[in-house]
């Protein structure tokens, strides 16, 4: 069984930084690619960002890019989501999915809230 555990949200300032963790189980994490996607309250589902199974491989939306960094540690069974420059229009619930530009809910999900 699939099984994909989202942590590590939670409620920063703007500016602020967070870094977003996905534990993977019960397929071979290593040979898939595997993307970050995020629900905004009353928004659609939305493709964040995604890495290659090598980890060499990487892309972002153009709101994120150059605040965001994937990475993946396949000894871990562990994605991740380093987040920077925290803007209120990130507020969302982060989830991971596998695949290039998912836009799949993977896990229950992590809640990032970006307010004063």
């Known amino acids: 069984e699939v099984q994909l555990v989202e942590s590590g949200g939670g409620l920063v300032q703007p500016g602020g930084s967070l870094r977003l963790s996905c534990a993977a189980s019960?397929?071979?994490?290593?040979?898939?690619?595997m993307s970050w996607v995020r629900q905004a309250p009353g928004k659609g589902l939305e493709w964040v960002s995604h890495i290659g199974s090598g980890g060499g491989s990487t892309d972002y939306a153009d709101s994120v890019k150059g605040r965001f960094t994937i990475s993946r540690d396949n000894a871990k069974n562990t994605l991740y989501l380093q987040m920077h420059s925290l803007k209120p229009e990130d507020t969302a619930v982060y989830y991971c999915?596998?695949?290039?530009?998912?836009?799949?809910?993977g896990g229950q999900g992590t809640q990032v809230t970006v307010s004063s």
């Open positions: 999915a596998p695949g290039y530009f998912s836009t799949a809910k």
């Open positions: 019960g397929f071979t994490f290593s040979i898939n690619a």
